[in-house]
């Protein structure tokens, strides 16, 4: 069994950085891939970023490539997601989710163990 907890969110200005944390429990974290996700009102939970088991693969879709940064440290059973650059359409509830697997999906349904999620809100 894994337990998630996000930390990290909050209101921020267009143009300001928020790092997420991502704290598991659990002797097997370090060897299972991770996912940020984000829902905004309304819309569909997409993901974000990703990683996998070791930290040596990451993905990052187009729309936050350049801005995010997911990394991890196995250590501290932790996992990072650094917003850069933050628009208002970053405004969204955002989940940390553990795979069951070293190797990351894109596919939400594949994440087993999920946190209840953090706020971030980007004003004007």
């Known amino acids: 069994q894994v337990q998630v907890v996000e930390s990290g969110g909050g209101l921020v200005q267009a143009g300001g950085s928020l790092r997420l944390s991502c704290a598991a429990s659990?002797?097997?974290?370090?060897?299972?891939?991770v996912g940020w996700f984000r829902q905004a009102p309304g819309k569909e939970r997409d993901i974000i970023a990703a990683?996998?088991?070791?930290?040596?693969?990451?993905y990052l879709p187009d729309s936050v490539k350049g801005r995010f940064t997911i990394s991890r440290d196995n250590a501290k059973n932790t996992v990072y997601l650094q917003m850069n650059s933050l628009k208002p359409e970053d405004t969204a509830v955002y989940y940390c989710?553990?795979?069951?697997?070293?190797?990351?999906?894109?596919?939400?349904?594949?994440?087993?163990?999920w946190g209840q999620g953090t706020q971030v809100t980007v004003s004007t």
């Open positions: 989710a553990v795979g069951e697997s070293r190797y990351y999906t894109m596919n939400a349904g594949t994440y087993k163990y």
């Open positions: 659990g002797r097997t974290f370090s060897s299972l891939a």
């Open positions: 990683i996998n088991w070791s930290g040596g693969t990451t």
